[in-house]
């Protein structure tokens, strides 16, 4: 069966810092990869989606990029945090063309 | 441009009366539809899909939610509330299954309170 992992659950960083989440996929191949984005009464906002390695669209501008370096890795970043990055970040699969999406168990950022 | 929108973003019920979370969407193309449940700190849990056919999809716990184009609905129900339904839920729409390429778009999410 599938999995989706996501590291680390909850991670606090000063301003300023750089940042890198993680997210991995296990029991599937070529999937959909997806970054959301869930702050307090405003619901999920998808901040990058991939289809393929390498290939990376964002739907909004920010301080935040992604990359997939591998099949079923999929990694956001950003060089230096804003007190706006705070929230909680989850990555979810889905099957290409076809499938609902599965989301991984977040990961609570605080910026400080 | 797709849109959902979730009447409430607080529902109160008590334990063993009916549960109605309502969702209205905007699509330009057939849409599929979704529900998921998140409870605190975790990540979001398919409770059930519409995407062809019949227009009432029963899910996971109980859940079920009927698709009725006319109005433009995918309303979530459940007959008999419990304790362990306390969460928050979030309906979502994509033109294509599982969102294709692009995401699905999420409504702002029903926190569902249980009165014992």
Not at chain 1, 47 to 65: A, H, T, W
Request: neutral net charge; proline residues 5%.
């Amino acid at each position: 069966s599938q999995t989706i992992h996501q590291w680390p659950a909850t991670l606090v960083q000063p301003v300023g810092s750089p940042l890198s989440l993680e997210c991995t996929v296990e029991g599937t191949s070529n999937p959909n990869l997806y970054w959301y984005r869930q702050a307090a009464g405003r619901g999920l906002q998808l901040l990058f989606y991939s289809v393929g390695i390498g290939q990376i669209s964002s739907e909004v501008p920010q301080n935040l990029s992604a990359s997939r370096p591998q099949d079923r890795q999929f990694i956001l970043s950003s060089k230096k945090l804003l007190l706006s990055d705070s929230g909680f970040y989850l990555c979810a699969w889905s099957i290409q063309g076809f499938g609902p999406q599965h989301f991984g168990d977040g990961t609570r950022l605080s910026i400080l | 441009a797709q849109s959902v929108t979730q009447l409430g973003s607080h529902v109160s019920v008590s334990e063993g009366a009916l549960v109605l979370l309502r969702c209205n969407y905007s699509s330009s193309v057939p849409p599929y539809l979704f529900w998921y449940v998140q409870y605190p700190n975790q990540g979001l849990q398919l409770l059930l899909k519409y995407t062809t056919g019949a227009t009432l999809v029963k899910g996971i716990n109980g859940f079920e939610a009927e698709f009725k184009k006319s109005e433009t609905s995918f309303h979530l129900t459940k007959p008999s509330a419990h304790m362990s339904d306390a969460a928050e839920y979030f309906c979502a729409v994509s033109d294509h299954e599982g969102g294709g390429a692009d995401g699905l778009t999420f409504g702002k999410g029903t926190h569902l309170i249980i009165q014992p």
